[in-house]
């Protein structure tokens, strides 16, 4: 079920809305936007550049995933994702990745990892497949 949680254990006027799966333990949070529009966000000047573009920073419209639920504070949900962060041993994440000409994971052709899709958490450690 959906409960207001505050992991900081501070004032309850920052707690974050979560949904709580009782069976498996999990604490799901969702992001403040949960569909990216279908458009071309970046076209490369030369098709020949091996270079890693970053979608929040590089791209015309490109941002950072937020979570969150209406009525919280974007400042107070990341003081409580760092707090849950802490108290975590695990945690995963699901994303739909649709991009014409690109490679999410593993590049058929080449049959390696070395175009796959790489994430930052923000923490600013790189995420990369294995």
Known sequence: GE???????????????????METGETCISPTQREVAQKNWYISKNIKEKKHVWFGEAMNDGFQFEY??????????NIQMTFLRLMSTEASQN????????????????GNLKKALLLQGSNEIEIRAE
């Not at 969150?68 to 949900?77: A, F, N, Q």
């Not at 994303?95 to 080449?110: E, G, R």
């Open 3 to 21: 409960y207001w949680i505050d992991p900081d254990q501070g004032c309850t006027q920052d707690a974050i809305k979560v949904y709580c799966n």
């Open 95 to 110: 994303i739909t990745y649709h991009c014409k000409n690109s490679v999410a994971y593993m590049d058929a052709a080449a």
């Open 68 to 77: 969150g639920s209406e009525g919280s504070l974007p400042e107070d949900v």
